[in-house]
């Protein structure tokens, strides 16, 4: 029973955020974070070539979610300039 309380809570706070939630008019804020985001990239490679690369994988993995955050960021900001 407290499980299904908990998780129609939840989904009612999802909802009621994307129905209360206001879009991005100021893509300004998400470009520089796209900036900061590009310039960890550019210090991880730095780092992981400075390191041999020899991280246990972690060098690895941590680029390639600032990658993926990187790309999601230019997505984000293509979006607001369109809006």
């Known amino acids: 029973m407290k499980k299904t309380a908990v998780i129609v809570a939840f989904c009612f706070a999802f909802v009621a955020g994307g129905a209360l939630a206001e879009r991005v008019h100021d893509w300004h804020d998400l470009d520089e974070v796209h900036k900061h ?20 994988g972690h060098g690895a993995k941590a680029e390639e979610h600032l990658r993926a955050a990187e790309h999601e960021l230019d997505a984000a900001v293509r979006s607001a300039r369109r809006e």
């Open 37 to 56: 985001v590009t310039e960890a990239i550019h210090e991880m490679e730095r780092a992981r070539a400075a390191n041999h690369y020899d991280m246990d």
